[in-house]
């Protein structure tokens, strides 16, 4: 059975990326706008998705989520230079360039970690979340659903963040977040921004 592959999506440099990446596998990845994917309820069972809405975070748990209810299929990405022998990644994934998923490291449904991240052992990144680029996730630590960390972050050993959380670019967390909100670094310490 032959698929189809869309990406739910508005035109973003993120949907640009894997358009890119699949067209060298000559693949053409179709898009469907995020307002009409929810107004949908019925796809053909050849259609595999992919959510890459990564500025609403609100969008992204409904988009997610309406996929899971209708059960529709999804398809992970996974860049030939990323290392993931060993890990677990779950569907839905988009895996940039250079990533390193180190063994026994779990990634939940529909997480999109950018390129030069590295994932440690026993790390967890729950359903939905989204890694930017060269962040470094320690071993032991969660990042829970839906959270955003963006780019040059470090996390440390056995960290815990709570669900729906946003890490600011360039921090570093060294203590558990346990309420959602956003986190950044201000001078040297990390403080709730919102």
């Not at 060298?24 to 469907?32: E, Q």
């Not at 839905?92 to 999109?112: E, K, L, R």
């Amino acid at each position: 059975m032959r698929h189809e592959f869309v990406a739910i999506s508005f035109e973003t440099a993120i949907l640009n990326d894997l358009t890119h990446y699949l067209k060298s596998k000559d693949i053409k990845l179709k898009y469907i706008d995020p307002d009409e994917f929810l107004n949908t309820e019925y796809f053909n069972s050849e259609y595999s998705f992919i959510n890459l809405i990564t500025k609403d975070f609100d969008l992204r748990s409904r988009i997610s989520n309406h996929i899971t209810k209708l059960g529709f299929n999804r398809f992970s990405f996974v860049h030939e230079s990323a290392c993931v022998d060993g890990s677990q990644v779950g569907d839905g994934c988009f895996i940039y360039p250079n990533v390193t998923i180190y063994p026994s490291a779990a990634v939940g449904q529909d997480v999109i970690i950018q390129a030069n991240t590295r994932i440690s052992h026993n790390a967890t990144i729950e359903f939905g979340t989204f890694i930017g680029g060269v962040a470094n996730i320690s071993g032991s630590s969660n990042i829970g659903k839906f959270s955003k960390v963006y780019p040059s972050c470090n996390i440390a050993d056995k960290i815990r963040i709570a669900d729906h959380s946003v890490i600011g670019t360039g921090t570093t967390v060294r203590k558990n977040i346990n309420e959602s909100g956003t986190y950044s670094k201000l001078s040297d310490k990390i403080k709730k921004v919102n």
